[in-house]
């Protein structure tokens, strides 16, 4: 398939699946758009789709999406209830051997994808984000230089939202040693209780 110039390129192609505006696209399955109620109340943000979020064209369904599934459900978080997107909507990937193994996306790659998540936002609405991750901190705040320990200390306000930065699940997954993927996990389950909580205070 031949590349289609984005010629206005502050706005949107009109699906996604016609998204040219940086070339992961071209190694991509299919693109990953959010799921969830068009009227949460809280979104994730993760970073991007991984092998299975690929295939099957839903974000959060392979392993980092089961143990969100689990922090979720031990934070008493239901999971119909939030929206759940990535910062980048197609799988960054390279080959070793037979797999294809997960690529962090450049901040070209994040700032191309962020109006998809700007749409998202305007369109949901949502009084708390959790960023699971720092790409996701990264396409929240456009700044390609935000790192997670500046921010994980307390949420934030962000335009008129809040902003909870977590661990992405597939840190906790990856974590050299039990304790570290344990403190991870926690990490999630805490901030997901904080966004809860918060809901509260912009009632």
């Given at each position: 398939?031949?590349?289609?110039?984005?010629?206005?390129?502050?706005?949107?192609?009109?699906?996604?699946?016609?998204c040219r505006r940086c070339d992961l696209w071209e190694h991509a399955t299919q693109a990953v758009p959010?799921?969830?109620?068009?009227?949460?109340?809280?979104?994730?943000?993760?970073?991007?789709?991984?092998?299975?979020?690929?295939?099957?064209?839903?974000?959060f369904v392979g392993p980092a999406g089961a143990l969100l599934d689990k922090a979720l459900s031990e934070?008493?978080?239901?999971?119909?209830?939030?929206?759940?997107?990535?910062?980048?909507?197609?799988?960054?990937?390279?080959?070793?051997?037979?797999?294809?193994?997960?690529?962090?996306?450049?901040?070209?790659?994040?700032?191309?994808?962020?109006?998809?998540?700007?749409?998202?936002?305007?369109?949901?609405?949502?009084?708390?984000?959790?960023?699971?991750?720092?790409?996701?901190?990264?396409?929240?705040?456009?700044?390609?230089?935000?790192?997670?320990?500046?921010?994980?200390?307390?949420?934030?306000?962000?335009?008129?939202?809040?902003?909870?930065?977590?661990?992405?699940?597939?840190?906790?997954?990856?974590?050299?040693?039990?304790?570290?993927?344990?403190?991870?996990?926690?990490?999630?389950?805490?901030?997901?209780?904080?966004?809860?909580?918060?809901?509260?205070?912009?009632?």
């Amino acid at each position: 398939m031949d590349k289609v110039p984005n010629h206005e390129q502050g706005k949107l192609p009109a699906t996604l699946d016609q998204c040219r505006r940086c070339d992961l696209w071209e190694h991509a399955t299919q693109a990953v758009p959010g799921v969830g109620s068009s009227r949460a109340r809280i979104m994730l943000v993760g970073e991007q789709p991984g092998d299975q979020e690929d295939l099957q064209g839903l974000p959060f369904v392979g392993p980092a999406g089961a143990l969100l599934d689990k922090a979720l459900s031990e934070a008493g978080v239901n999971r119909d209830s939030i929206y759940l997107t990535n910062a980048v909507k197609h799988f960054k990937w390279e080959l070793r051997g037979k797999r294809r193994l997960h690529k962090t996306p450049a901040q070209k790659e994040i700032a191309a994808c962020h109006l998809w998540l700007e749409e998202e936002l305007a369109r949901v609405q949502p009084d708390v984000v959790v960023a699971l991750g720092g790409t996701a901190l990264k396409s929240i705040l456009q700044d390609g230089g935000a790192t997670m320990k500046s921010f994980m200390d307390a949420p934030f306000r962000q335009e008129g939202r809040w902003v909870v930065v977590v661990y992405h699940p597939s840190f906790a997954l990856r974590a050299r040693d039990e304790a570290s993927r344990r403190q991870a996990y926690q990490v999630i389950v805490d901030g997901l209780r904080q966004a809860l909580r918060l809901l509260d205070k912009v009632r």
